[in-house]
T-cell receptor, first 111, second 112 residues
Framework: DGGITQSPKYLFRKEGQNVTLSCEQN?????MYWYRQDPGQGLRLIYY???????QKGDIAEGYSVSREKKESFPLTVTSAQKNPTAFYLC??????????FGDGTRLSIL | DQQVKQNSPSLSVQEGRISILNCDYT??????FLWYKKYPAEGPTFLIS?????DKNEDGRFTVFLNKSAKHLSLHIVPSQPGDSAVYFC???????????FGTGTRLKVLA
């Protein structure tokens, strides 16, 4: 059964720590995305990747980093430079001109 | 600069009636539009899409209308059901690109 898996579902971070959110897909999609959702602000694009070993900044990339070493995986690191990391993070994948498939999200909270 | 706007944060509709959700965009290069439905603590799920070469697309109870001259699209749900209660996002992209721009969402509540 194909889909996108995000883990963990809930994540807690101490201030000053980096934390990595996992995203894996078995849909054989070329592109993968990370979005952040805050109340009343919709989905804002952090980073996206169209092919392996390549990625582009979205609208709010500051304080985040990504890698795309495999087609199936697109982990997101929230660094200590991200001043307001508490949010709901969504990973998605797609092929060109087709709807995105989303994971169920990771909720990150700062202790 | 919000290129995709959903100006109504919330909407309440009686069960069985029509729900109309609206979306406006500013970038005339957008040529592919989508609607997603999202429940709390879950990822959005795709509902329906429309290409700019069409002005209407139907799928069961869901119809999307596109007015290119007004840079406006709408999602009609008929008849509305309590299970339709969710947040609805519209999204747009430019042909040949992978990047999608999302609106801020409209929370629909269908009253039984």
């Amino acid at each position: 059964d194909g889909g996108i898996t995000q883990s963990p579902k809930y994540l807690f971070r101490k201030e000053g720590q980096n934390v990595t959110l996992s995203c894996e897909q078995n849909l054989n999609h070329d592109a993968m995305y990370w979005y952040r959702q805050d109340p009343g602000q919709g989905l804002r694009l952090i980073y996206y990747s169209q092919i392996v070993n390549d990625f582009q900044k979205g609208d709010i990339a500051e304080g985040y980093s990504v890698s795309r070493e495999k087609k199936e995986s697109f982990p997101l690191t929230v660094t200590s430079a991200q001043k307001n990391p508490t949010a709901f993070y969504l990973c998605a994948s797609s092929i060109l001109r087709q709807p995105q498939h989303f994971g169920d999200g990771t909720r990150l909270s700062i202790l | 600069d919000q290129q995709v706007k959903q100006n109504s944060p919330s909407l309440s509709v009686q069960e069985g009636r029509i729900s109309i959700l609206n979306c406006d965009y500013t970038n005339s290069m957008f040529d592919y539009f989508l609607w997603y439905k999202k429940y709390p603590a879950e990822g959005p799920t795709f509902l329906i899409s429309i290409s700019s070469i069409k002005d209407k697309n139907e799928d069961g109870r869901f119809t999307v209308f596109l007015n290119k001259s007004a840079k406006h699209l709408s999602l009609h749900i008929v008849p509305s059901q309590p299970g339709d209660s969710a947040v609805y996002f519209c999204a747009a992209s430019v042909g040949g690109t992978y990047k999608y721009i999302f609106g801020t969402g409209t929370r629909l509540k269908v009253l039984a």
